[in-house]
T-cell receptor, first 110, second 111 residues
Framework: NAGVTQTPKFRILKIGQSMTLQCTQD?????MYWYRQDPGMGLKLIYY???????DKGEVPNGYNVSRSTTEDFPLRLELAAPSQTSVYFC?????????FGPGTRLTVL | TQLLEQSPQFLSIQEGENLTVYCNSS?????LQWYRQEPGEGPVLLVT?????EVKKLKRLTFQFGDARKDSSLHITAAQPGDTGLYLC???????????FGSGTKLNVKP
């Protein structure tokens, strides 16, 4: 099993650009999550999904959108990137009470 | 918004010393998790505690969940350089396992 994979690893965006952060898990988990981690801080929940077709907002959803068309994939969309969205983004899934994290995407918005 | 406060923020100790990291909240959680994160990687789960007063041991690490399920502590005995990392606590709530993270304790163990 590859676990949770994320692409890209790094990305630099200009203000106003859009992009999609990809997240895939091969563990057949229903629950998936997107977090952001600012320097020296903990993780904040952006969006989560409890299964294909079902998503809901977390603590900091503004400026982001998600979709969940399959169990495996949970992409995060940034529209009109802003400098405040510079962060490291982690995708995670939960199975058997264990939350598995991907390696993260480091995003810089200039 | 649930708020989890961790203390201390930074800790630099010599190999062989003991240490305790605290995680406090005014909210009650259904579960409390501790993670360790190394630079450039995602957090890795160390333990989950769910019962008030619960104590779990993982080799040299001892985790305790407060009786009221609002706070937790992580104690490391005889710290080693391999324990260096960012330690995060996360409180879980609700049916959909939403987790709220503390800001972390950055531990540096010097040889």
């Amino acid at each position: 099993n590859a676990g949770v994979t994320q692409t890209p690893k790094f990305r630099i965006l200009k203000i106003g650009q859009s992009m999609t952060l990809q997240c895939t898990q091969d563990m057949n988990h229903n629950y998936m999550y997107w977090y952001r981690q600012d320097p020296g801080m903990g993780l904040k929940l952006i969006y989560y999904s409890v299964g294909a077709g079902i998503t809901d907002k977390g603590e900091v959803p503004n400026g982001y959108n998600v979709s969940r068309s399959t169990t495996e994939d949970f992409p995060l969309r940034l529209e009109l990137a802003a400098p405040s969205q510079t962060s490291v983004y982690f995708c995670a899934s939960i199975g058997l009470d264990t939350q598995y994290f991907g390696p993260g995407t480091r995003l810089t918005v200039l | 918004t649930q708020l989890l406060e961790q203390s201390p923020q930074f800790l630099s100790i010599q190999e062989g010393e003991n240490l305790t990291v605290y995680c406090n909240s005014s909210s009650v959680f259904s579960s409390l998790q501790w993670y360790r994160q190394e630079p450039g990687e995602g957090p890795v789960l160390l333990v989950t505690v769910v019962t008030g007063g619960e104590v779990k041991k993982l080799k040299r690490l001892t985790f305790q969940f407060g009786d009221a399920r609002k706070d937790s502590s992580l104690h490391i005995t005889a710290a080693q350089p391999g324990d260096t990392g960012l330690y995060l606590c996360a409180g879980g709530e609700g049916l959909f396992n939403k987790f709220y993270f503390g800001s972390g304790t950055k531990l540096n163990v010097k040889p």
